[in-house]
């Protein structure tokens, strides 16, 4: 069977040398590290899903700022791979405090850019390597 890849918006929320990450509250792969990210609604452009997801999964607003990249990648659901085309964007939070939500995540962490643990999704691992290229190049 052929399934077209569900696209999906995401953020690197930066401060300084530092990204935010989630520890996912459920599967797959709950209680890994990720970045803010899900899938679109309908018709909704990945732009407003990262910002939407942004503020559903972090209770914050952010503002986007360059567009990091899109990366197939996989998402297993009740026993299927699907294809995803992840879309990320780096971000800062422009209003509101952190406050996670309890049902996506079970805690946050400011991890460092130059030196991040492995995140649950490989495409987010490929996002914080183009999140280092456009904060510090040459590195």
Not at 40 to 45: I, K, L, P, Q, S
Not at 124 to 133: H, S
Request: with cysteine; aromatic share 10%.
């Amino acid at each position: 069977m052929y399934l077209n890849p569900r696209p999906t918006g995401g953020v690197v929320v930066v401060d300084a040398d530092r990204f935010l990450a989630l520890r996912r509250a459920r599967e797959p792969k709950a209680g890994q590290w990720e970045l803010p990210s899900g899938f679109c609604d309908g018709w909704e452009h990945p732009v407003d899903a990262a910002v939407r997801e942004a503020r559903e999964e972090l209770g914050v607003t952010v503002e986007l700022g360059a567009f990091l990249g899109m990366y197939l990648d996989r998402y297993d659901h009740q026993g299927e791979a699907l294809p995803v085309l992840d879309c990320f964007w780096l971000a800062r939070v422009v209003d509101g405090p952190i406050v996670i939500n309890p049902v996506e995540a079970l805690e946050f962490a400011w991890l460092p850019l130059r030196d991040p643990p492995a995140l649950a999704f490989s495409s987010m691992d490929r996002a914080i390597r183009a999140a280092v290229c456009s904060r510090f190049p040459g590195v």
